[in-house]
């Protein structure tokens, strides 16, 4: 659902120029996720499980990836296409293909199933596209830069596009305040695959962390996600948990049958705090209506 996953104002960090081409790998040595797993420990979690995982093949410190996270704008996404005869035709091909998911969702929460189909569409193109970002280097990536060296190390991998575009003091505050909110988000994302048996390092979404079909965010997963398919878990790559984890979302922020437009506007913003994603939500709600 991405709740925070697009970055709503423009150019967060404009000052940075991204042709960082690499990746940091973990086993390196370079201790930018030491203090991090330190902290993880000390909240709870199993130390040789933390320790192992950060030594896993694939677990990196994803400098170009929470760079171009930084600076991500609504305004440059085709929402347009959604609304396009070939995606509309898809999202009716997906509501026959799950019908009765759909149906059985709009009984039990009183959210639109044409509603759900538009924001699956929006989010992932129905599955299609999920991320392809490691969401534990992601997350762990943004919370390390809690520490100042690390920030430091960051601001050293770019380069800076001229001496009078550069504003250090503006990078550190931005940085460490996506720190902050990054680190509940590695907490809820590493006690979310634990519950669920799934391995951490293999799971890609969002460059913000979001997570399968609904793109939800880690926090939002244990309040709003909810098993679809009766099997005991919640997956989010289901679709059956996608389709009821976004209607008990809708429904929890007060989406209702026969809804105003002006308050359906205000639900869908929570699900993603764009005034461009919304009215693209509406506009294949509204065609799928009919």
């Not at 490691?134 to 001496?163: C, G, H, K, Q, Y």
């Not at 003091?169 to 680190?183: D, I, L, N, P, T």
């Not at 391995?199 to 979404?205: A, R, S």
């Given at each position: 659902?991405?709740?925070?996953?697009?970055?709503?104002?423009?150019?967060?960090?404009?000052?940075?120029?991204?042709?960082?081409?690499?990746?940091?790998?973990?086993?390196?040595?370079?201790?930018?996720?030491?203090?991090?797993?330190?902290?993880?420990?000390?909240?709870?979690?199993?130390?040789?499980?933390?320790?192992?995982?950060?030594?896993?093949?694939?677990?990196?410190?994803?400098?170009?990836?929470?760079?171009?996270?930084?600076?991500?704008?609504?305004?440059?996404?085709?929402?347009?296409?959604?609304?396009?005869?070939?995606?509309?035709?898809?999202?009716?091909?997906?509501?026959?293909?799950?019908?009765?998911?759909?149906?059985?969702?709009?009984?039990?929460?009183?959210?639109?199933?044409?509603?759900?189909?538009?924001?699956?569409?929006v989010e992932t193109r129905f599955g299609a596209y999920t991320g392809?970002?490691?969401?534990?280097?992601?997350?762990?990536?943004?919370?390390?830069?809690?520490?100042?060296?690390?920030?430091?190390?960051?601001?050293?991998?770019?380069?800076?596009?001229?001496?009078?575009?550069?504003?250090?003091?503006?990078?550190?505050?931005?940085?460490?305040?996506?720190?902050?909110?990054?680190?509940?988000?590695?907490?809820?994302?590493?006690?979310?695959?634990?519950?669920?048996?799934?391995?951490?390092?293999?799971?890609?979404?969002?460059?913000?962390?979001?997570?399968?079909?609904?793109?939800?965010?880690?926090?939002?997963?244990?309040?709003?996600?909810?098993?679809?398919?009766?099997?005991?878990?919640?997956?989010?790559?289901?679709?059956?948990?996608?389709?009821?984890?976004?209607?008990?979302?809708?429904?929890?922020?007060?989406?209702?049958?026969?809804?105003?437009?002006?308050?359906?506007?205000?639900?869908?913003?929570?699900?993603?705090?764009?005034?461009?994603?919304?009215?693209?939500?509406?506009?294949?709600?509204?065609?799928?209506?009919?």
């Amino acid at each position: 659902m991405q709740f925070y996953s697009r970055v709503s104002n423009l150019c967060i960090i404009c000052l940075l120029v991204f042709n960082i081409h690499f990746s940091v790998s973990a086993q390196e040595g370079n201790g930018y996720f030491d203090s991090l797993q330190e902290r993880l420990i000390e909240d709870g979690f199993d130390e040789k499980w933390i320790k192992k995982i950060y030594k896993r093949r694939g677990v990196t410190f994803e400098a170009k990836t929470i760079s171009r996270y930084f600076v991500h704008s609504e305004a440059t996404l085709d929402y347009n296409q959604f609304s396009t005869d070939d995606s509309i035709a898809r999202a009716r091909k997906y509501m026959e293909k799950y019908k009765d998911e759909l149906e059985s969702t709009e009984k039990k929460y009183g959210v639109d199933k044409e509603l759900i189909t538009a924001i699956i569409l929006v989010e992932t193109r129905f599955g299609a596209y999920t991320g392809r970002s490691p969401i534990l280097n992601t997350l762990s990536t943004m919370a390390s830069l809690a520490d100042l060296w690390v920030r430091s190390e960051f601001w050293e991998m770019n380069e800076i596009m001229s001496e009078k575009d550069r504003d250090r003091g503006e990078f550190e505050k931005r940085a460490y305040v996506k720190s902050q909110w990054a680190y509940p988000e590695l907490k809820a994302f590493l006690e979310h695959v634990l519950q669920e048996g799934m391995d951490p390092v293999k799971i890609k979404g969002s460059m913000a962390g979001a997570m399968g079909l609904a793109q939800f965010m880690p926090t939002n997963i244990p309040v709003y996600a909810r098993d679809g398919n009766g099997d005991g878990r919640i997956d989010l790559f289901h679709h059956s948990d996608s389709i009821a984890s976004i209607a008990n979302f809708l429904r929890h922020f007060g989406w209702r049958p026969g809804i105003s437009k002006r308050k359906a506007e205000k639900v869908i913003y929570y699900y993603n705090h764009s005034d461009y994603y919304v009215d693209a939500v509406l506009k294949v709600f509204q065609i799928l209506k009919g």
